[in-house]
């Protein structure tokens, strides 16, 4: 059974610093990566990243977010630096065994993390 298991939401002040982690079991991961929804709007890609390391980013964060992973631990991690208000939504960890399209959510979901960034 596939689990995704987000950790290291919050609070934090414009300007401030978080780090997402999302534990995965049940399979290995092709293709890992964030998503967020804010209320009222569409879920959006934050950051992937493939089993290779390649990463592609949604314009609204590059230069501020950071998106690795451990493949011996089965982790992807988000570092979000200078957060900004409008960064504010629940963060959802996605993957998929297969290979997936830059834009194609991946087939399983983590239950979501809130990140809230104050002005």
């Known amino acids: 059974q596939v689990q995704l298991v987000e950790s290291g939401g919050g609070l934090v002040q414009a300007g401030g610093s978080l780090r997402l982690s999302c534990a995965a079991s049940?399979?290995?991961?092709?293709?890992m990566g964030w998503y967020r929804q804010a209320p009222g709007k569409e879920r959006e890609l934050v950051a992937r990243?493939?089993?290779?390391?390649?990463?592609n980013y949604a314009d609204s964060v590059k230069g501020r977010f950071t998106i690795s992973r451990d493949n011996a631990k089965n982790t992807v991690y988000l570092q979000m630096n200078s957060l900004k208000p409008e960064d504010t939504a629940v963060y959802y960890c996605?993957?998929?065994?297969?290979?997936?399209?830059?834009?194609?959510?991946?087939?399983?979901w983590g239950q979501g993390t809130q990140v809230t960034v104050s002005s």
């Open positions: 996605n993957a998929d065994p297969g290979v997936v399209g830059p834009t194609t959510p991946g087939r399983y």
């Open positions: 049940g399979s290995t991961f092709a293709a």
């Open positions: 990243i493939s089993s290779a390391m390649n990463t």
